[in-house]
């Protein structure tokens, strides 16, 4: 193993749960973040899927300083570079290229490559990575694709991501070969809108109460 993967493998020990967030709106960012900090939650990973997403890295790392703030969504080698300017600690990518590990190293950005398949997984394997997301986990085989990738690869970890909810979570997470799961849940669209970041602590809380 890298020293590039130990720093991403201890993601999984700050809890069971790393949110996947989307955020719409700047003024929504600290709040959040501070909502899931205050429920246990602190690594965060920050979709750059809206036009304000690195705006929120920014103003998350700045304002909410315990939180572990990564990039999520990484595709190029230019998102690779924005990230890693807006001050992301880790990168999360959907899927594998070699261009992007490349750029991941340059730029010194622990990334958590996407696989869904044997070959993926063995293209990551080769470029080094042992601890990869599973995505989409549910849609591509879930419980029993990871229990089937654990026979001929009992040396990679994963973070199945997409599709995971409250009451499948205990599933996966009861897996020898899973360390920590990816959600969208403990952030729902509607709370953020109304600012109920109450509610988003409840469920960081839940979401951090659940056993591996
Ligand atoms: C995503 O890419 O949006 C994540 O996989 C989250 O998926 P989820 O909304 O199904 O949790």
Redesign the pocket.
């Known amino acids: 193993m890298t020293a590039n993967e130990l720093t991403t493998l201890s993601l999984a020990e700050h809890g069971p749960v790393i949110p996947?967030i989307v955020i719409q709106r700047l003024a929504d960012a600290v709040p959040l973040a501070q909502a899931l900090v205050d429920g246990g939650v602190k690594v965060l990973e920050v979709t750059l899927r809206t036009p304000v997403a690195l705006a929120a890295m920014e103003a998350i790392a700045r304002a909410v300083p315990e939180a572990i703030v990564g990039a999520g969504t990484l595709r190029s080698v230019a998102d690779v570079q924005v990230a890693r300017n807006a001050g992301c600690r880790f990168g999360v990518s959907?899927g594998f290229t070699d261009a992007l590990a490349d750029a991941c190293r340059t730029q010194g950005l622990p990334l958590l490559p996407g696989v869904s398949t044997a070959s993926e997984v063995m293209q990551a394997n080769a470029g080094g990575y042992h601890f990869l997301k599973l995505?989409?986990a549910t849609a591509v085989g879930g419980v029993n694709l990871l229990k089937a990738l654990g026979g001929p690869f009992p040396d990679v970890a994963f973070c199945p991501?997409?599709?995971?909810t409250p009451e499948t979570a205990p599933q996966f997470l009861q897996l020898p070969n899973v360390k920590v799961c990816?959600?969208?849940?403990l952030t729902p669209q509607d709370a953020v809108d109304a600012g109920d970041w109450a509610r988003i602590t409840r469920l960081a809380r839940e979401a951090g109460a659940l056993r591996r």
């Open positions: 996947v959907p995505f989409p991501t997409g599709g995971i990816g959600g969208s849940w």
